[in-house]
């Protein structure tokens, strides 16, 4: 499987943007997916996670209300939506791909398969 994650860039406080990430080889419906993020010198730290199916979300308490992700598996695309922003989510986001939501949150060291990574920037 080969993600490939964009959008992003820089972002005034409560502003928006959207996050893609096209599985470029593999089929989208096989998998979970989700979204994390990483700040210099931070560990990488789970964001937002959708099932196979899509009925079922999981978000971090920091992004909850304001991000969203969905998928669409006709595009084979991923998407996190963020409004809100706010200069704490300044970071690079990866989206991932495993079998289940649940473990993806829990368990993020068990996830095989990772983007390269887009940069947010949120300006105060």
């Known amino acids: 499987v080969q993600l490939q994650a964009s959008g992003g860039g820089l972002v005034q406080a409560g502003g928006t943007t959207r996050l893609s990430c096209v599985v470029s080889v593999g089929t989208l419906a096989n998998y979970a997916m989700g979204w994390f993020r990483q700040t210099p010198g931070a560990e990488r730290e789970f964001v937002a996670t959708?099932?196979?199916?899509?009925?079922?979300?999981y978000y971090a308490d920091a992004v909850k209300g304001r991000f969203t992700i969905s998928r669409d598996d006709a595009f084979n695309t991923v998407y996190l939506q963020m409004n809100n922003l706010r200069p704490e989510d300044t970071a690079v986001y990866y989206c991932?791909?495993?079998?289940?939501?649940?473990?993806?949150?829990?368990?993020?060291?068990?996830?095989?398969?990772w983007g390269q990574g887009t940069e947010v920037t949120v300006s105060s």
């Open positions: 991932a791909a495993y079998y289940d939501a649940w473990t993806m949150r829990s368990s993020p060291e068990t996830i095989k398969f």
């Open positions: 959708v099932s196979r199916s899509g009925s079922i979300t």
